[in-house]
């Protein structure tokens, strides 16, 4: 079993930043893979960015923020930094984490980011 908990969500003037970290803990071994998504009310929720735990190596970033949002690791916390904010950014920011060898998933119960215009 594997715990995810978000944390560093927010209230920020468009244009700031804001960077939110998701830390996992439990059987830490078997993650292979650490990913951002986000969910707005009445919307599906989406992918953000995504990182390969045992490689390091970026996996992906929705069109929407690139440029924008870093994805990074540090012993198995995952961090999204998030600069120049658009109120389009609201959302709960959820943390999931991908085991091996079944591809599992883990959610944590999200962070909210809120962007005012």
């Known amino acids: 079993q594997v715990q995810v908990v978000e944390s560093g969500g927010g209230l920020v003037q468009a244009g700031g930043s804001l960077t939110v970290s998701c830390a996992a803990s439990?059987?830490?071994?078997?993650?292979?893979?650490m990913a951002w998504y986000r969910q707005s009310e009445g919307k599906e929720r989406e992918s953000v960015a995504s990182?390969?735990?045992?490689?390091?190596?970026i996996t992906g970033y929705a069109d929407s923020v690139k440029g924008r949002f870093t994805i990074s690791t540090n012993k198995h916390t995952v961090y999204l930094q998030m600069n120049s904010l658009k109120p389009e950014d609201t959302a709960v920011y959820y943390c999931?984490?991908?085991?091996?060898?079944?591809?599992?998933?883990?959610w944590g119960q999200g962070t909210q980011v809120t962007v005012s215009s």
């Open positions: 999931n984490a991908e085991t091996w060898p079944m591809g599992n998933n883990y």
């Open positions: 990182i390969s735990i045992t490689s390091g190596g």
């Open positions: 439990g059987s830490v071994g078997r993650i292979r893979a």
